[in-house]
């Protein structure tokens, strides 16, 4: 196998470079610049990285101060642990100290010469094994094998969870049974990939030419037709990742998967030819297709293909231990690579991590904040961005940088993309963007983001590989900054673009600015408009515009008379208006046209919670969860619904449920931790409410009532402490914080402060724990002798009395009972 070395190096160590590439001839590839950040366009070092196969560095004290050299290291090092595709050789040319992490790939000290080196690098073995490899999956790439030749198999769906290997499995396959440069292309599908999205990203994987700027959606889709079917025809195989964005909500082909197979299938005359589509959801496909369009789900890993996995990405144990790891976690290859550097664990502790694995993929405590911000960050870009200017936008040094990509790689969060940057994993990328969206700083990120790939894009040209996801991503980003007019001046008609912008405007509640993107994206063709125009509804909802809402509503019910989304939107109009009555009969007139039910019953139970009927909550939350809709949503309704009932310990069975599915959640946390007060389990709440506060300071409710319990279990000091955190936060409700000060004042014995934090309390919110409290001060006070027995008397029958009109008498039972001669 012939070699190609990239060599990387300083700028005073240049000559010696030069030198050396001459005596390899023209097996390396050595920059012409001064290394510098900034002076070497990024892609074409990280081109040089993709096609060698020996990454050369010459390492001196000159080398260890270079930005650029540690840029071109973390490149090579992300890309050997990628797939062992390139060796790692480390050349000392003096004494300075080698990084740890490059230490097992010295192959040199003290070559001073180019002819010594060069005979180093002709004569040594590559680097050591790699950590990451694909690992057997030999049946399912026989399978696609199958496909590939089957005269009848046009299309083929590769499906399972998140992190289960389908993009590998379908790219490893792919390396197996093809030759030749330029047999497969891929191209990532998104949220925002309409027909003119296709159109460039298709082109640009082919090398075509795009259809012009100012085609219509018929030329778009004949244009894309064309050059898929010219492809395939050759021999080529196109694999479209992501593709579930392509699924209906009930799982059929959308429209743009029935473009793609119709431009590929012809009856009877389908060998050699094949689309493959790697998706989270499997497709239900229609009689018509069902030979032609075929799909296969991938199971976890069996023990003996998992315990090399778990080795490989670092674990330590015994076989039996990391056998009992891979089935615990069902052989999921996501989930393995991320637990493996915890590895080993006892069985509790695994059984702990389980479900925090499969939501949460990491815990925030073990990483940096840099690595964490530079997480967030790629997930809102989601496009190709130079390590110099991801560095730059952090605020990080070359050092910094590296030390963050290097911690990054070794949990699998971060892989470098075809366009030799880093991405993130489609999961990996929707966690960090919700994490992203919360930081205080977030708009003012996102313009400087915005900037920074405005600036790059305007150096890349229309003819280069990265230039349309660098494109759509700087388009997207603009938007995303409220910056719509410059983001059209760029390219024309993205719609599929400007919708994915509208839809994620609206869930940051930036209602004017998604109206604004979903208007811009409509077409005048109600087919492809369908999806703008069902959030546009529900925009225009929000806003206050119920008319308009409505009336739009009516007239995609009407085009659309089975389309169950569209009526369940129609519900979220009378939803979004208190209509509540109107919003289930919206839900119930969906049911029949749903094939997943579930969904619709834990809408319905929503809204019966909104209306308190916790009875109907109860049915319909068990109905969602009887029909596999189990999701920690509708446990945590069911589980509301039972706890309004008084079915405490029933209520807190569910609400743990839906706890260890979404551990991570402090709502949910927050209300096991509220039903265990009510049970007296002080601990637990306790518990419960400290993991709260530990995984959103910013959600107030966890320490009031951490402080309230804390009171009761008679630690005032640490109660003191837990209210000075919300004291004064403008977040925190004044009817909980004046209740629990309050209380607090109470234990105390300082019963004029007790008073006082009472009554503005009871000015907030009359609800039965302010007026049960209040009942308990008036007490304390006569008792004290600081007002007559006979006055606090007529004062807690007054309260009790209101306690009776709201159906809370019960909750002074004990009370009453303690102090009879107040209640007689």
Not at 182 to 197: F, L, M, Q
Not at 682 to 701: G, K, N
């Amino acid at each position: 196998m012939s070699k190609r070395f990239f060599i990387s190096h300083a700028g005073p160590d240049k000559p010696l470079a030069i030198d050396l590439k001459a005596l390899l001839e023209d097996d390396a590839w050595v920059d012409l610049h001064e290394i510098d950040l900034g002076d070497v366009l990024w892609h074409e070092i990280s081109d040089g990285i993709e096609a060698a196969t020996d990454f050369v560095l010459l390492w001196s004290a000159a080398s260890a101060r270079s930005k650029w050299v540690q840029y071109e290291t973390t490149l090579a090092f992300t890309r050997w642990l990628e797939d062992s595709a390139i060796a790692l050789r480390i050349i000392c040319l003096d004494e300075t100290p080698v990084p740890f992490r490059l230490r097992p790939f010295l192959q040199a000290r003290g070559a001073d010469t180019a002819e010594l080196i060069a005979g180093v690098l002709r004569k040594n073995e590559p680097a050591p094994a790699p950590r990451r490899r694909f690992f057997n999956r030999n049946d399912e790439i026989g399978i696609i094998e199958e496909h590939l030749y089957a005269s009848t198999t046009a299309a083929l769906w590769i499906c399972g969870v998140p992190g289960s290997g389908k993009r590998s499995l379908a790219r490893e396959a792919l390396q197996r049974i093809t030759t030749g440069q330029g047999t497969v292309a891929r191209v990532r599908v998104s949220s925002g990939t309409a027909e003119p999205e296709l159109d460039l990203l298709l082109a640009s994987s082919l090398q075509k030419s795009p259809a012009a700027e100012s085609s219509t959606l018929t030329e778009l889709v004949e244009h894309t037709r064309m050059m898929i079917h010219e492809y395939i025809v050759a021999g080529g195989v196109l694999v479209f990742e992501d593709a579930e964005h392509w699924l209906t909500e009930d799982g059929a082909l959308g429209r743009l998967a029935e473009h793609v197979v119709a431009a590929v299938h012809e009856a009877d005359q389908n060998t050699d030819r094949l689309v493959i589509f790697t998706s989270r959801r499997r497709p239900r496909i229609s009689a018509s297709l069902e030979t032609a369009v075929r799909s296969i789900y991938l199971q976890g890993l069996h023990p003996k293909h998992a315990i090399p996995l778990l080795r490989a990405q670092g674990a330590s144990g015994e076989d039996d231990d990391l056998k009992s790891v891979a089935l615990e976690l069902d052989g999921h290859p996501l989930a393995l690579e991320v637990v493996a550097p915890q590895l080993p664990l006892n069985g509790a502790s695994l059984n702990d991590k389980r479900h925090e694995i499969a939501t949460d993929l990491i815990d925030p405590a073990r990483i940096q904040s840099v690595t964490w911000r530079m997480l967030e960050v790629l997930s809102l870009v989601d496009g190709p961005l130079s390590g110099e200017d991801l560095a730059n936008n952090l605020e990080l040094s070359a050092e910094e940088f590296s030390l963050a990509v290097d911690e990054a790689t070794s949990y699998s969060l971060v892989r470098l993309a075809d366009s030799g940057t880093l991405t993130l994993h489609p999961l990996l990328r929707d966690y960090y963007l919700r994490s992203f969206r919360k930081q205080p700083d977030y708009a003012p990120q996102t313009a400087a983001l915005a900037d920074i790939l405005l600036a790059r894009l305007s150096g890349i040209e229309p003819t280069d590989e990265n230039y349309t996801a660098s494109l759509l991503s700087t388009v997207k980003v603009l938007g995303l900054s409220g910056r719509l007019n410059e983001a059209r001046d760029l390219r024309q008609g993205l719609i599929g673009t400007l919708y994915e912008t509208g839809v994620e405007l609206f869930h940051e509640r930036r209602y004017e600015a998604a109206l604004e993107h979903l208007e811009e994206a409509l077409t005048g063709d109600d087919v492809v408009d369908l999806p703008a125009n069902r959030v546009r509804m529900k925009t225009l909802a929000q806003l206050g515009r119920l008319p308009e809402a409505r009336a739009l509503g009516d007239v995609l019910v009407r085009d659309n008379p089975q389309n169950a989304g569209v009526m369940r939107d129609r519900g979220r109009v009378e939803q979004a208006d208190r209509k509540w009555s109107e919003a289930i009969a919206w839900y119930e007139r969906a049911i029949p046209f749903r094939n997943n039910k579930a969904q619709l019953y834990a809408d319905i139970a929503q809204v019966r919670v909104r209306m308190q009927d916790w009875p109907g909550a109860a049915a319909a939350a068990k109905t969602a969860i009887d029909m596999g809709g189990d999701t920690p949503y509708a446990l945590s309704t069911y589980s509301q619904a039972l706890e309004a009932q008084g079915m405490l310990v029933d209520a807190s069975k569910v609400m743990a449920q839906a706890v260890v599915r979404e551990p991570k959640n402090p709502r949910y946390r927050y209300r096991l931790g509220r039903i265990a007060m009510q049970l007296d389990d002080r601990a637990s709440a306790i518990r419960e409410f400290t993991r709260c506060v530990e995984l959103d300071p910013q959600f107030v409710e966890a320490p009031l009532s951490l402080a309230s319990v804390q009171i009761d279990e008679g630690l005032i000091s640490k109660a003191k402490e837990t209210l000075a955190r919300v004291d004064g936060s403008p977040g925190a409700p004044s009817a909980v914080l004046n209740n629990v000060k309050a209380k607090l004042a109470l234990a105390e014995g300082d019963l004029a402060t007790a008073q006082a934090a009472s009554d503005a309390a009871l000015q907030d919110r009359r609800d039965s724990h302010n007026l049960t409290l209040a009942i308990r001060v008036s007490i304390a006070r006569a008792e004290a002798n600081e007002i007559p027995l006979g006055q606090a008397a007529a004062q807690v029958k007054l309260i009790a009395k209101e306690l009776d009109r709201q159906g809370n008498l019960g909750a002074v039972l004990e009370i009453s009972q303690r102090f009879s001669k107040y209640f007689d």
